[in-house]
């Protein structure tokens, strides 16, 4: 469909660039840094409507277009994949309103705009890693009060989500959360993860990079500064695991990475693949011989 | 605002958009890793006692909704138009109301009555530039703390004795507390409120 | 060898040119344009408007035509172009006192001074299809009212606050402004308003009339709606006094309530207060209702309804947060389905093993 008059791929001046005026980039800029000061803690700020619907990444593009710049290299993914509809819109946006240059390759980006992922390649310093967040409060499913949410945050009380995990071992002989598993920042906030899988967990804790994560609709943005301790909640005799695959992808070999699981036919045969797939395409690049 | 009643208000950044986006990355990176000394490339070419780096962060983050409060020593014409003309910026007289606020490195032995936040909101609080000649040469402190790898050694001359002994006694009031930014012409190094120094 | 699905980009844009070309239609009926939109969908618009925060007719049916009729969406639409804008300063607060209205009714009262005039309105059509609509034709103009006059009209609820019988409106004060700052709980009542202003329609005439069926009742009357326009003024700094700059149409409803009285206070009505740019009176009224409700901690009144949960109200009623969180599970959720997945079949696993009797214990049968 090239030429066709929705094209929305390439720099349009006529945007204040990254679309946000720069007053809003300032409040943003604001509370991006007393969120970097605070590790962990939710830092309201005056959220603007973005031209894509909330809860589809609102969040994650304003703390984008406050921080990018023309020196940027921007990576977006959704699950993992640079090309799944939702990444390529944002990234479309970003190369339409920010003259930013676009990558898929994670160790090539400054900064990785993300949902439910954290990429499979180790980040370095430097790199900023902005996560798109649903529903920022981790205390949210058990105490659906902001005002009540926000004391229990201030007074460090956390013994709500403790005696939840707790049930879920008396129930079912283990913590069956499997996803946006609840973190302790620096040992003082408790901090939802984004949903990324608890696999994705371990790379928070220590990282070199800078998380930013942004919630448009809640209005809501936290951070976690690079080398900072993150400590997924558990139990001495439950401790924190993570998800295993009996098999390795399909196409790489990977037997270290996320898988997702795909159905191949109607009789419904299973087949595994990275869920990264700029992790995985570099692997199979490597080793597939040179045509 | 008439400009005509302005005096010689400095000349701000070439391109604001641009440079104060490459101010806020520098900043970022800084209070991002405490302790580590970021440069400025593009400062503005302020009047009076304003150095290029903490007019480059004023110019990047304050504005109408981010008041600012000077130091004496900061409190004069020159200072007070750059702000007014390039922010838009009110100066406020009262601690208390600064959410941004410029001092040098003797005036901060004695930082109280700024907005540290509160137990439920911590973010209301206010950031300090603190301007000094330079960022080496004084016996090192080590610095412990989020964005640190392990330990930091840090030198910042000519700041009293009495402010590592405050900042010491505020560092048990977090998740409140003040973020400072120390500044040179072009040099930053930020000082977030979780860093904890050794004695 | 399977292959990974790729072509994301491709699949959007078609589906764009997809939609551009439903949202034409038949070509060989003729387009519609954004003057028969505002002229003949006029309460659609007002609607955009309201909703999108933001008073520009134009605007609000070009929102309407892209959207292809689909309001919320077409709210969207205002909301994200209406946060672009450079803002320049707040207006004059309007005043409804000024009104030359073309509606105006009162329940409370059977004659009011200025009278009751209905003015256009659904409320006495026999809601029969009218088929003579189905076909374009002349259609008369509305005869003028020889007796009508353009003047001003006192509320209805400034006569009995003479009385010292209904509540007076609060002093004025600078509002607060939630598309600047984020929502703080407990919240002014201004914050309120305005996020009630904003507010899906559907949702403020869901709690509106739960609060009649007794889920946080406050006896309610129309005080008075009315609908007309109003002018807009505006102090610029450097003037010093204020110009009139636009006109707009309004709907204004002051809902008149019963309020017991406490130890100290006497028996007295109290309000709660409706604003809707156009002609949007359910909108307003819903609004009202909702807002009086809203007061309930306030009026020492026991606070246990939906409508009368501040954060529940507030945190909910914002169409355009709603439609785009509700609809973002079309979004893929593979990831996190898979963990789940992983998950589950382990627990299944861990309850099959536990249920199948021990092997030994067969063999000893």
């Known amino acids: 469909m090239s030429g066709s008059s929705n094209d929305q791929s390439t720099f349009d001046g006529g945007y204040n660039y990254a679309y946000l005026d720069e007053q809003t980039k300032r409040m943003i800029r604001r509370a991006i840094l007393k969120a ?171 990282s070199p990079a800078l998380q930013i994560y942004g919630a448009g609709r809640e209005k809501r943005i936290y951070a976690v500064p690079p080398y900072t301790s993150v400590k997924s909640l558990d139990f001495d005799d439950h401790p924190f695991e993570i998800e295993r695959w009996t098999g390795c992808c399909a196409l790489c070999g990977s037997s270290e990475s996320f898988l997702d699981e795909m159905i191949v036919d109607d009789a419904g045969s299973r087949l595994f693949v990275c869920s990264d797939t700029d992790y995985c395409g570099s692997r199979t690049a490597a080793t597939e011989p040179a045509s | 605002m008439s400009v005509a009643l302005l005096g010689d208000v400095g000349t701000g950044f070439d391109d ?71 922010t838009g910026a009110e100066i406020v007289a009262r601690r208390e109301d600064a959410a941004i606020a410029v001092l040098s490195e003797t005036d901060a032995g004695y930082l109280a009555g700024f907005p540290i936040g509160t137990d439920t909101y911590p973010d ?23 964005g640190i790898d392990g330990r930091i050694e840090v030198s910042v001359p000519g700041v009293p004795e009495s402010f590592w002994d405050n900042r010491r006694a505020d560092r048990e009031s977090f998740p409140c507390g003040l973020d400072i930014v120390f500044a040179t012409a072009s040099r930053i190094l930020a000082f977030p409120r979780g860093v904890a120094v050794d004695s | 060898m399977y292959v990974a699905v790729k072509g994301g980009e491709a699949a959007i844009a078609g589906s764009l040119d997809l939609l551009a070309d439903k949202r034409r239609g038949d070509r060989t009926v003729p387009e519609i344009s954004l003057a028969q939109i505002d002229g003949q969908l006029t309460l659609a618009v007002d609607r955009v408007m309201t909703e999108g925060s933001c008073y520009d007719r134009e605007l609000a049916a070009l ?19 209406r946060t672009t804008l450079p803002r320049f300063g707040a207006s004059v607060p309007i005043d409804t006192g000024q009104m030359i209205v073309e509606r105006r009714i009162s329940a409370t009262f059977k004659d009011v001074p200025g009278g009751q005039s209905l003015g256009p309105s659904f409320d006495y059509t026999h809601r029969l299809l009218d088929f003579s609509l189905a076909v374009e034709a002349d259609r008369p103009a509305a005869p003028v009212d020889p007796d009508a006059t353009a003047q001003p009209m006192a509320h209805v609820g400034a006569i009995l606050e003479r009385e010292g019988i209904l509540e007076a409106p609060p002093a004025a004060r600078e509002p607060g ?119 309930a901690r306030e009026l020492a009144e026991s606070a246990t309804s939906p409508a009368q949960d501040e954060e529940f109200v507030l945190s909910h009623s914002d169409n355009v947060e709603a439609s785009g969180f509700v609809q973002h599970l079309k979004l893929p959720h593979y990831v996190d389905f898979q963990s789940e997945l992983v998950v589950v079949r382990a627990l299944r696993a861990e309850v099959e093993s536990r249920a199948a009797p021990p092997a030994l214990d067969r063999a000893a049968e």
């Open chain 3, 63 to 81: 929102a309407v035509k892209q959207a292809r009729g689909d309001l919320v969406e077409a709210i969207f639409l205002l909301r994200a172009y």
């Open chain 2, 124 to 146: 209301r609080s206010a950031t300090l530039l603190i301007q000094v000649p330079s960022l080496d040469g004084s016996a090192p402190r080590t610095w412990r703390g989020p």
């Open chain 1, 36 to 206: 970097v000061a605070i590790p962990g803690y939710q830092v309201p700020f005056g959220g603007r409507e973005m031209p894509l619907p909330y809860g589809w990444g609102t969040g994650g593009i304003q703390v984008t277009a406050a921080i990018v710049g023309r020196d940027d290299t921007l990576k977006v993914i959704d699950q993992g994949a640079d090309d799944t509809t939702n990444a390529v819109s944002i990234r479309r946006f970003f190369a339409r309103v920010a003259d930013v240059a676009t990558t898929t390759r994670t160790a090539d980006a400054t900064i990785v705009q993300t949902r439910h992922r954290v990429p499979e390649t180790s980040l370095r310093e430097g790199q900023i890693l902005v996560f798109q967040v649903p529903i920022p409060e981790p205390l949210r499913t058990l105490e659906p009060r902001e005002v009540e949410t926000r004391t229990l945050h201030a007074l460090a009380e956390y013994g709500v989500m403790q005696v939840s995990l707790y049930e879920s071992v008396a129930r079912h002989g283990r913590i069956a959360k499997s996803y946006n598993y609840p973190v302790l920042v620096d040992g003082r906030y408790m901090m939802s993860p984004s949903p990324i899988p608890k696999f994705d967990n371990p790379k928070l804790d220590r």
């Open chain 3, 177 to 295: 402004d939630l598309t600047r700052e984020p929502l703080d709980l407990p919240a002014d009542r201004s914050v309120r308003l305005q996020n009630l202003a904003r507010g899906d329609e559907g949702f403020l005439l869901a709690l509106g009339y739960s609060t009649q069926r007794g889920y946080g009742n406050n006896h309610p009357f129309v005080g008075e709606i009315r609908h007309g326009p109003v002018p807009v003024s505006f102090i610029p700094e450097e003037l010093g006094f204020a110009i009139e700059i636009a006109e707009i149409d309004v709907t204004e409803c002051d809902m008149v309530n019963q309020f017991a009285g406490s130890r100290d206070v006497p028996p007295q009505f109290t309000r709660g207060y409706g604003l809707a740019f156009g002609h949007a009176e359910r909108k307003a009224m819903s609004m009202a209702l909702v807002d009086r409700a809203l007061r």
């Open chain 2, 16 to 86: 604001p958009t641009h440079d104060s986006q490459r101010t806020f990355r520098a900043v970022l990176n800084a209070f991002a890793h405490p302790g580590r000394i970021g440069d400025l490339e593009r400062t503005p070419n302020p009047a009076g006692p304003l150095c290029g780096a903490s007019a480059a962060i004023l110019l990047t983050l304050a504005d109408g909704d981010a008041p600012v409060w000077l130091a004496p020593s900061f409190d004069q014409p020159a200072v007070r138009d750059f702000i007014r003309f390039h």
